[in-house]
């Protein structure tokens, strides 16, 4: 959701200068598309441990804080539980801002839509669509955001009222490179076996426009229940590679 914003005016000194560098326009809007080695979300692979294409657009109205935006991948989980289709879209809404000095917040609504799914006609599963509720709270590079689903969670049955807790870190070391430091803990309702943890250690980096992120990533989760058709776990810990251009 990141955008650089060129301003330009006349200035009497150096400090006009900075002024009109941290100018914002009231609306802004940007585009992304990527490419992953693998589509891992909350630490379990999306996309059967194979690349994954995605792409999305963000809004966002700087004086009040309040934005929208969608994002898509290539998935293959849907198929893999029974079901069809091969997207995730998702579609997203909310407010950011600062609650005090250095303290800064984020709340909004999040869908998760997986077009012509079919998993409410396989036995032992919901729908796979899924609607969460979040709130973040940050100061200087960590964070912890908590989500809620409101709905099923991403076709567990009776899942209702799951849970998400992530805390992390963002940390800017030299020449622009940021460490990516993250854990979080899944609590799937009703379905305690499929709960579990996942991590993250990563740094990220842009060349040529282009930012690309080199992540550890790994779960706890229970290795037979997180499978691929052909047996193999979905949150097995793996090297992750990823690619953005944000335009």
């Not at 805390?167 to 622009?176: H, K």
């Amino acid at each position: 959701m990141k955008k650089i914003v060129l301003a330009v005016g006349l200035l009497a000194g150096a400090q006009g200068l900075v002024y009109a560098e941290d100018a914002k326009p009231e609306h802004e809007v940007s585009f992304n598309v990527g490419a992953a080695s693998e589509y891992r979300y909350r630490g379990i692979s999306q996309s059967r441990l194979d690349p994954a294409l995605q792409g999305g657009a963000d809004y966002t109205h700087n004086p009040t804080g309040l934005y929208a935006g969608t994002w898509l991948s290539t998935i293959k989980w849907t198929k893999d539980a029974g079901g069809s289709g091969d997207v995730e879209w998702d579609i997203y809404f909310g407010k950011k801002g600062e609650i005090a000095k250095d303290w800064s917040y984020d709340v909004g609504v999040l869908n998760y839509v997986y077009p012509s799914n079919g998993l409410d006609k396989v036995a032992g599963f919901a729908n796979a669509n899924t609607t969460e509720i979040y709130g973040q709270i940050g100061t200087g590079p960590f964070y912890a955001k908590y989500s809620h689903s409101v709905t099923n969670l991403f076709g567990f049955v009776n899942s209702k009222n799951s849970g998400y807790l992530d805390v992390g870190a963002n940390v800017e070391l030299a020449d622009g490179y940021v460490m990516n430091l993250h854990a979080g803990r899944q609590i799937v309702k009703n379905n305690g076996a499929y709960s579990y943890t996942d991590f993250k250690f990563g740094v990220t980096k842009e060349f040529y426009g282009v930012s690309f992120s080199l992540a550890l990533i790994g779960t706890d989760a229970e290795k037979g229940l997180y499978v691929t058709p052909a047996g193999k776990f979905t949150g097995k810990t793996t090297l992750l590679l990823t690619a953005v251009k944000t335009f």
